[in-house]
């Protein structure tokens, strides 16, 4: 029987980390052999790198090996063009070198903002499958955005929104902030619509999903034209939905030294009496809307643990 290897490239940022992770962590229980791709900057700030037989890390440089920072969009879209030729080409290398040591990659999975990685793997002829580490109805929004519906999104002459297959009307709030005008992140909605139109290419894309049937049994069905797997929630380290209690529980990609200190404040709470805030590493929130949100949250009395990176701009 052929052992399974995947080779899991995933966008260099936090949040693509944690979650690819958790699926390379899946696989690697079902015995299949997992090399996880990503950037030399990024793989050298990740913390606490899980070591379990079956996984092993792979590294490749992007151009910016210590450390990117973004001044404006042509800056972004220098990187993202950057990003890309040189990921080409490692993918290329990487997956030819395998298949010479007689030990081949046999599928070649990738996260979003990375549409190029599934040309290469039509270009080598391996199978590619797109790990959508957000929900389905994300999808399903950025689907119709790009197909047909991108009028729809008109959130001054017409409040709602309503899209095939979704059950509930959307409002400027439900979407996805790259495709707000208050959107910063320029480079973003280009590399969605090439990663949309690289689908529409392939016959019977594989597309697995962070989600469950159970969470979102309409938006998995949304677009008929795809089938999409459910493969989540990857939000969760694998060892707590399994049931067991394992030494490896954690999601083993952090960037960032934090301090444990609210481990204890939150084992003193009662169960479920504790509300979790976060907005990632990418959602710029301006002072106002900290503010608002900080009172909102003493005004409604429940207790929070909120993520914050830079407490500027709070009193």
């Avoid at 903002?113 to 002829?125: D, F, G, I, S, Y």
């Avoid at 008929?224 to 929630?233: C, L």
Wanted: hydrophobic share 40%; aromatic share 14%; charged share 20%.
């Amino acid at each position: 029987m052929v052992q399974h290897r995947f080779l899991l490239i995933t966008y260099p940022i936090q949040g693509h980390i944690n979650p690819s992770i958790q699926f390379a962590k899946r696989l690697v229980s079902m015995g299949v052999h997992v090399t996880f791709a990503t950037s030399l900057y990024l793989h050298r700030r990740m913390l606490k790198k899980p070591t379990i037989p079956g996984l092993s890390f792979a590294t490749f440089s992007d151009g910016y090996d210590d450390g990117y920072k973004a001044t404006d969009d042509s800056s972004l879209s220098s990187y993202m063009s950057e990003l890309k030729r040189r990921g080409s080409e490692f993918l290329r290398n990487i997956i030819t070198a395998a298949k010479q040591e007689g030990q081949p990659f046999t599928c070649l999975a990738y996260t979003i903002l990375l549409p190029w990685a599934a040309k290469v793997a039509r270009e080598l002829h391996i199978p590619g499958a797109l790990l959508w580490i957000q929900a389905a109805t994300v999808f399903d929004i950025y689907y119709y955005y790009f197909h047909e519906y991108g009028d729809s999104f008109n959130y001054k002459s017409d409040p709602t929104i309503e899209l095939p297959g979704l059950p509930f009307s959307l409002t400027a709030r439900d979407v996805p902030s790259f495709l707000l005008p208050s959107n910063i992140y320029r480079f973003a909605l280009p590399t969605l619509q090439e990663q949309f139109q690289d689908l529409d290419d392939e016959t019977n894309p594989i597309i697995l999903v962070n989600t469950f049937q159970d969470l979102e049994p309409d938006a998995l069905r949304a677009v008929d034209k795809f089938t999409m797997i459910p493969i989540g929630p990857l939000n969760i380290p694998s060892a707590f939905l399994d049931g067991k209690d394992p030494a490896d529980t954690s999601y083993g990609g952090d960037r960032f030294d934090a301090s444990n200190d609210y481990v204890e404040w939150l084992d003193s709470q009662p169960e479920l009496s504790v509300v979790y805030v976060s907005f990632g590493t990418l959602a710029v929130l301006a002072d106002r809307q900290m503010k608002e949100l900080a009172r909102a949250l003493l005004d409604s009395g429940y207790l929070f643990l909120w993520v914050i990176r830079d407490m500027q701009g709070i009193e």
